[in-house]
């Protein structure tokens, strides 16, 4: 079969200055081209091209079988227009006499909103791999047919929306094969590669759709992370790698593997990954920094204790104080990720918040307003509260806080204030585009942001 995997443009489209190579839809391509197929993977996001230009993004005629469309699946950077180019996609390839299916978290949670105008034949939901390949090799796509694939939703003949059981056993991620980085031009992206060593939570953090989407954590094994690091270096003069887990570090057995594997071979290269404070482990971040680990990103959301049992991060502030010194002690580069309007929040816990954001002061600082995430406990528990699916939407959520309109956002503006006396102030993606400009402004590249951060600031081996 011939297929194109595309990852739709962001509406708006994504800044220059954050975007990296869309590992999500580089492994879902990988996959399919293991299984046999032809595939080309089309970036309409980098190449800045709107849904409209679907056609002219394929560069030539070919005829193709099917479409895969990957829209807010690993990465979280698809705002909520891109679901209108997702379908607009559709729309054109299906015109092209191609099958189309779409995965990522619309698919899995609200298929009906991709489905309704019948140009996508399938949604998969959750993991993408199990529904692939059972699409692939059947010969039957008639309602029949796809009522024996399982993890999939789809419009049958008579109008309705069927999803099939869902074989709930995990996608064996030794499977996978080591992502093909030639279908994209890497060198479009920012300075740091990716990588996926693992997926899913043991964690249940309540704003968070990970443990519902992609099921408690599995790591692949130590070395065919190692293998990836050492391609990463061979084919493509890897610098900087960035591990796009939700949480890397859950294993420790695991990445102290992996810290073994890259210093017996003596890889050198700077490291970074996504991990959480509860199961931090001094003698681990030791190994991993000893491997070429620089940076790390802790979500803290919260300076409050109240706040942090309520969304279940199982740590107390003081835990996760002490936790971001030491990490920073043995060497690490550390953003911390807040949360400003968590639900119940009263003044005195923001305050709290921000007292600790300023005590802390590392080197990057996210500060977030809540989105509820389909999947999510928070999305079930405030069913009307109007949200953004997209993580960095910069509007404080009305009526879940405690507190009065603007006061979130007053005390956010005084916190950045004070910020600003260390740390350069970001409101704006593209202004990671020009990194002199930005250097100019904070010599270390100490960072406090109200949008997308970029990966891979100030940190090498
Ligand atoms: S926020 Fe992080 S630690 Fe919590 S469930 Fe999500 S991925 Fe896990």
Same mark, same amino acid.
């Given at each position: 079969?011939?297929?194109?995997?595309?990852?739709?443009?962001?509406?708006?489209?994504?800044?220059?200055?954050?975007?990296?190579?869309?590992?999500? #839809?580089?492994?879902?391509?990988?996959?399919? %081209?293991?299984?046999?197929? +032809?595939?080309? /993977?089309? @970036?309409?996001? !980098? =190449?800045?091209?709107?849904?409209?230009?679907?056609?002219?993004?394929?560069?030539?005629?070919?005829?193709?079988?099917?479409?895969?469309?990957?829209?807010?699946?690993?990465?979280?950077?698809?705002?909520?227009?891109?679901?209108?180019?997702?379908?607009?996609?559709?729309?054109?390839?299906?015109?092209?006499?191609? #099958?189309?299916?779409?995965?990522?978290?619309? %698919?899995?949670?609200?298929? +009906?909103?991709? /489905?309704? @105008?019948?140009? !996508? =034949?399938?949604?998969?939901?959750?993991?993408?791999?199990?529904?692939?390949?059972?699409?692939?090799?059947?010969?039957?796509?008639?309602?029949?047919?796809?009522?024996?694939?399982?993890?999939?939703?789809?419009?049958?003949?008579?109008?309705?929306?069927?999803?099939?059981?869902?074989?709930?056993?995990?996608?064996?991620?030794?499977?996978?094969?080591?992502?093909?980085?030639?279908?994209?031009?890497?060198?479009?992206?920012? @300075?740091?590669?990716?990588?996926?060593?693992?997926?899913?939570?043991?964690?249940?953090?309540?704003?968070?759709?990970?443990?519902?989407?992609?099921?408690?954590?599995?790591?692949?094994?130590?070395?065919?992370?190692?293998?990836?690091?050492?391609?990463?270096?061979?084919?493509?003069?890897?610098?900087?790698?960035?591990?796009?887990?939700?949480?890397?570090?859950?294993?420790?057995?695991?990445?102290?593997?992996?810290?073994?594997?890259?210093?017996?071979?003596?890889?050198?290269?700077?490291?970074?990954?996504?991990?959480?404070?509860?199961?931090?482990?001094?003698?681990?971040?030791?190994?991993?920094?000893?491997?070429?680990?620089?940076?790390?990103?802790?979500?803290?959301?919260?300076?409050?204790?109240?706040?942090?049992?309520?969304?279940?991060?199982?740590?107390?502030?003081?835990?996760?104080?002490?936790?971001?010194?030491?990490?920073?002690?043995?060497?690490?580069?550390?953003?911390?990720?807040?949360?400003?309007?968590?639900?119940?929040?009263?003044?005195?816990?923001?305050?709290?918040?921000?007292?600790?954001?300023?005590?802390?002061?590392?080197?990057?600082?996210?500060?977030?307003?809540?989105?509820?995430?389909?999947?999510?406990?928070?999305?079930?528990?405030?069913?009307?509260?109007?949200?953004?699916?997209?993580?960095?939407?910069?509007?404080?959520?009305?009526?879940?806080?405690?507190?009065?309109?603007?006061?979130?956002?007053?005390?956010?503006?005084?916190?950045?204030?004070?910020?600003?006396?260390?740390?350069?102030?970001?409101?704006?993606?593209?202004?990671?585009?020009?990194?002199?400009?930005?250097?100019?402004?904070?010599?270390?590249?100490?960072?406090?942001?109200?949008?997308?951060?970029?990966?891979?600031?100030?940190?090498?081996?």
């Amino acid at each position: 079969m011939k297929v194109k995997v595309i990852n739709p443009p962001n509406d708006p489209f994504s800044s220059r200055g954050i975007l990296i190579e869309p590992i999500d #839809a580089l492994n879902v391509a990988s996959f399919i %081209a293991g299984l046999g197929h +032809e595939v080309e /993977l089309v @970036d309409m996001d !980098i =190449r800045r091209m709107p849904a409209n230009d679907y056609t002219r993004a394929l560069r030539g005629g070919a005829a193709y079988d099917l479409a895969v469309i990957v829209h807010d699946y690993h990465i979280p950077l698809h705002q909520d227009g891109a679901l209108a180019s997702v379908k607009e996609i559709a729309r054109q390839a299906k015109a092209h006499g191609a #099958a189309v299916v779409a995965g990522g978290k619309a %698919a899995t949670y609200r298929p +009906e909103k991709l /489905l309704d @105008d019948g140009c !996508i =034949r399938a949604a998969i939901q959750h993991e993408m791999e199990p529904a692939l390949e059972s699409l692939l090799l059947a010969d039957d796509w008639t309602d029949a047919g796809l009522r024996d694939v399982s993890g999939i939703a789809f419009r049958s003949a008579d109008g309705n929306i069927v999803s099939s059981s869902r074989d709930k056993t995990a996608f064996d991620l030794a499977r996978l094969p080591i992502p093909d980085r030639g279908l994209v031009a890497l060198g479009e992206y920012i @300075d740091v590669r990716t990588i996926l060593s693992s997926r899913g939570c043991h964690m249940t953090c309540g704003f968070c759709h990970v443990p519902g989407f992609w099921g408690g954590w599995r790591g692949r094994s130590a070395a065919s992370v190692v293998h990836e690091i050492e391609t990463l270096l061979a084919q493509h003069g890897a610098k900087k790698i960035l591990f796009l887990d939700d949480n890397a570090t859950v294993s420790k057995k695991r990445m102290k593997e992996i810290c073994r594997g890259v210093r017996e071979r003596g890889i050198r290269v700077a490291m970074g990954c996504l991990g959480s404070l509860s199961l931090y482990d001094r003698g681990m971040m030791e190994d991993m920094y000893a491997a070429g680990f620089r940076w790390i990103h802790y979500g803290v959301e919260s300076g409050d204790d109240g706040q942090l049992g309520a969304i279940h991060k199982k740590i107390s502030a003081s835990e996760a104080r002490r936790i971001v010194a030491e990490t920073r002690g043995i060497g690490f580069r550390v953003r911390t990720s807040w949360i400003m309007d968590l639900p119940d929040a009263t003044e005195d816990q923001l305050k709290r918040t921000a007292d600790m954001i300023l005590e802390t002061r590392t080197e990057e600082i996210r500060l977030h307003h809540l989105a509820l995430r389909m999947g999510s406990r928070f999305y079930d528990d405030y069913p009307a509260q109007p949200s953004s699916q997209y993580i960095h939407h910069g509007r404080q959520n009305q009526n879940l806080s405690r507190m009065e309109d603007g006061r979130v956002a007053d005390i956010v503006s005084a916190l950045t204030r004070e910020l600003a006396s260390s740390h350069a102030v970001v409101t704006n993606p593209d202004e990671f585009i020009d990194m002199d400009a930005l250097q100019s402004r904070s010599r270390n590249l100490q960072i406090a942001s109200l949008c997308p951060l970029r990966y891979g600031l100030g940190w090498q081996a």
